[in-house]
């Protein structure tokens, strides 16, 4: 095995926790450290706009590992610490410090997108980190009513916790459909009509004008004059990129190869939401914020490192999950790829269901709504990029029937 | 090989189940059951996959 010296992993979140225990796995007993912005352990976001929110677990249980496991490691942990600059043989610390290596890997993830005059008020929410979550979920605590603007997976998790507590909820999102640029329209619609039938108010096609915050509320005024109003707001547009310090440019994450080498760079990788890996499969590369993708990637890329073989197969394959009012929807592949989309449900119209999603005759994704099991039956189907036939003739097998 | 579970943890993800279908499955309470608890060296690589998803922690791979 080639050894791979001093070894510096920045971002001390799922990525780069995940790339420090493979690494140990795989053999590295050299010098390791974990460099993080944020001053607490790491931990896991999906729980932030979910259990935690909901009240059904303690914070603390976002912790990925317990000190006792990190301290397994041997790390040389540096919490509350931001990377800030890169030369060729040593990362720069915010405090000044250069800390040199022989391998660096990148794990900084995004940040949560800011809407252009968004002001900075304590009834204006945003959600990445367990802070933003603490405060969004004493907010609703105090609330009787929230708008949330963006129609993405987050704040569709948020409105689904919000209507439990009770709130008055509206999501203004600015495409004609939410949820619509991963899914496609036809299986948007259905998450609308879910998010509507729990009492929702979804308004789609708004753009957002203006954004108020006050004393007493929070007002936002839409491009055709409507003005809506509310006790507080969660803006959940997305995410940014931030990687200026390690060599990316504009919002694109650091451009990678297949196992996560930085384009131009030899002893450098990237890994989780911060890195655009080549996929083969699509021959692009794509930056994916999914939690298995982090996971996947922190394998590969800790064992290329070490020059030990990988099968970057399953990091090749996006994988996406989301909890809404006790549905369980999730995703394999790349839904905008499709030019077809079908939906398929239990006979009498019902979920469990399944969308699946072909470009030119072959599957390229697959969508299931309280249908884990199903889903499974699909995933080997999207990676082979099987024909249509071999995807009906399995849909007919699992008894549905196209809606 | 075994299949270790720490029910206490499941949160019913299923990403398991999508992993490896051949060995874990959902119960009517979305809490997994390991329908193969000592499943074949063929099934390796799909339960590595499972244990590494798993946002919970809850499995383990145990050799024998
Ligand atoms: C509310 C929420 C819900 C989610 N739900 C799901 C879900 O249901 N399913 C799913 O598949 N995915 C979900 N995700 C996405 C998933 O959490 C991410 O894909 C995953 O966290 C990516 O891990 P990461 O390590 O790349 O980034 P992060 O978890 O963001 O970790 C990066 C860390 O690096 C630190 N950092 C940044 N810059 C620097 C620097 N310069 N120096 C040092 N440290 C730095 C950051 O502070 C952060 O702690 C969710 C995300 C959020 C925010
Ligand atoms: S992935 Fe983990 S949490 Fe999810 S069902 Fe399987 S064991 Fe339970």
């Known amino acids: ?403 | 090989m075994r299949v270790q579970v720490e029910i206490g943890r499941c949160e019913g993800y299923a990403n398991c189940v999508v992993a490896a279908p051949d060995v874990f499955s959902l119960d009517d309470e979305y809490l997994v059951v390991v329908d193969a608890p000592t499943p074949g060296e063929e099934q390796r690589a799909a339960v590595e996959e499972a244990v590494r998803s798993c946002p919970a922690a809850a499995l383990a791979l145990q050799d024998d």
């Open chain 1, 1 to 403: 095995m080639a050894r791979a010296g001093r070894v510096v992993v920045v971002g001390a979140g799922l990525a780069g926790l995940r790339t420090a225990e493979e690494l140990r796995a795989a053999g590295h007993d050299g010098p390791l450290t974990l460099v993080g912005a944020e001053e607490h352990l790491p931990y896991d976001r999906p729980p932030l706009s979910k259990q935690v929110l909901t009240g059904s677990w303690e914070p603390e249980r976002v912790a990925l590992r317990s000190a006792d496991a990190l301290a397994e490691l041997s790390l040389d942990l540096r919490l509350g610490t931001r990377a800030t600059g890169l030369a060729d043989d040593a990362v720069v610390l915010g405090d000044g410090e250069r800390l040199p290596f022989d391998h660096l890997v990148v794990a900084t993830g995004v940040a949560a997108r800011r809407l252009a005059h968004q002001p900075r008020h304590e009834r204006v929410h945003e959600l990445r980190t367990l802070e933003d979550c603490l405060r969004l979920q004493a907010g609703l605590a105090a609330s009787r009513s929230l708008l949330i603007v963006g129609g993405g997976f987050v704040g569709a998790e948020v409105a689904a916790a919000a209507r439990a507590q009770g709130l008055d909820v509206t999501i203004v999102e600015a495409l004609p459909a939410p949820f619509g640029r991963v899914l496609g329209t036809a299986v948007a619609q259905r998450c609308v009509r879910l998010h509507r039938d729990h009492g929702v108010r979804v308004l789609a096609g708004a753009r957002v004008e203006e954004l108020r915050a006050g004393e007493d509320g929070v007002v936002l005024t839409l491009a055709d004059g409507s003005v809506l109003e509310a006790d507080r707001m969660l803006v959940a547009v997305g995410t940014s990129v931030d990687a200026g310090w390690a060599g990316g440019t504009g919002g694109a994450g650091l451009a990678c190869d297949d196992h996560g080498r930085v384009a131009g760079r030899d002893r450098v990788y990237a890994v989780g939401d911060v890195a655009a890996w080549h996929s083969p499969a699509t021959g692009d590369r794509e930056r994916v914020e999914h939690w298995t993708s982090a996971t996947e990637q922190a394998r590969v890329a800790a064992r290329a490192l070490l020059g030990r073989p990988v099968e970057p197969a399953a990091a090749d394959l996006p994988y996406f999950w989301s909890d809404q009012y006790r549905t369980k929807i999730q995703m394999v592949g790349r839904p905008h790829l499709a030019d077809t989309t079908r939906i398929h449900d239990t006979p009498g119209g019902a979920a469990p269901s399944v969308a699946v999603y072909l470009r030119r005759g072959r599957l390229v994704a697959a969508v299931s709504f309280a249908a884990p099991h199903l889903l499974a039956r699909l995933r080997p189907l999207v990676a082979g990029a099987a024909p249509e036939p071999e995807v009906r003739a399995l849909t007919d097998a699992l008894g549905l029937v196209p809606a």
